[in-house]
């Protein structure tokens, strides 16, 4: 599967740690009947799952569901488990593994987003081969995310989006409401945990996320 900047425009992201009961699966069923554009697996924090052996059978039971509805799926953080179960993307952070392994580990064999929150991360990151789209949060306050760090805000947004030389996907805080907002400053797409996992209408959520104009 080859990356394209409307796979960004509803980027689901979850794992156990965000669901009642390690329910990954039903909800995932339910996000991509409602229409999400790509899935991010993301087991991080205390209650998150440990064993190994039942992370790689969750994964493969995502990456089952998601070649069902054509859908994207990513693995944060854990290029081995994105590998094993033949995931189309790795996700990494700042913390996480260096940018550069990723990449030389991952060339041809999967998209990659990179979270970058500052102009001297999105300046290397611009100056990298391999990289598809970078994520820039928090945008908002946000609780979803112990490593949120703070709220950049629009203005920074705008900026970061103008800087970069690949699509963003912006994340953190960001609702239905204020999501217009947060794509008028140059933002290809929306993610997050909440506003998918907490929707009260999620077919309505996400047609409204990809109704939006994102940038390039």
Same mark, same amino acid.
């Given at each position: 599967?080859n990356?394209?900047?409307n796979?960004l ?6 794992g156990?740690?965000?669901?009642a ?9 339910t996000?991509?009947?409602a229409?999400i554009?790509?899935?991010q697996l993301r087991?991080?924090?205390?209650d998150a799952?440990?064993?190994?052996q ?7 039971a ?9 859908v994207?799926l990513?693995?944060?953080d ?7 179960v033949?995931?189309? @993307? /790795?996700? &990494? ?5 260096? !940018?550069? %392994?990723?990449l030389a580990?991952?060339? $041809? ?11 001297a ?10 990289i598809d ?8 306050p946000?609780?979803s995310k112990a490593d ?5 805000g629009?203005?920074?947004?705008h900026d970061?989006?103008?800087?970069s030389?690949?699509?963003?996907v912006a994340?953190? @805080? /960001?609702? &239905?409401?204020n999501a217009?907002d947060? !794509?008028? %400053?140059?933002?290809a797409?929306i993610? $997050?945990i909440?506003?998918?996992t ?19």
């Amino acid at each position: 599967m080859n990356f394209n900047k409307n796979m960004l425009q509803a980027y689901c992201i979850a794992g156990s740690q965000d669901l009642a009961d390690h329910q990954v699966l039903p909800f995932l069923e339910t996000a991509l009947k409602a229409g999400i554009t790509t899935f991010q697996l993301r087991e991080k924090g205390p209650d998150a799952i440990a064993d190994p052996q039942k992370l790689v059978a969750l994964a493969r039971a995502c990456r089952q569901l998601t070649r069902q509805y054509d859908v994207p799926l990513f693995i944060d953080d854990n290029i081995d488990l994105a590998l094993t179960v033949g995931a189309d @993307g /790795i996700h &990494v952070g700042q913390k996480d593994e260096g !940018i550069s %392994a990723v990449l030389a580990k991952t060339a $041809g064999k999967l998209m990659v987003g990179y979270s970058c929150n500052t102009p001297a991360q999105i300046e290397h990151a611009n100056s990298l081969t391999g990289i598809d789209y970078l994520g820039v949060g928090a945008v908002y306050p946000t609780t979803s995310k112990a490593d949120a760090g703070a709220a950049i805000g629009l203005a920074k947004l705008h900026d970061y989006a103008q800087l970069s030389t690949r699509p963003i996907v912006a994340i953190g @805080g /960001i609702t &239905v409401a204020n999501a217009p907002d947060v !794509i008028a %400053a140059g933002a290809a797409g929306i993610s $997050g945990i909440t506003i998918f996992t907490l929707s009260e209408n999620l077919p309505d959520t996400v047609a409204r996320l990809k109704a939006l104009d994102g940038g390039v």
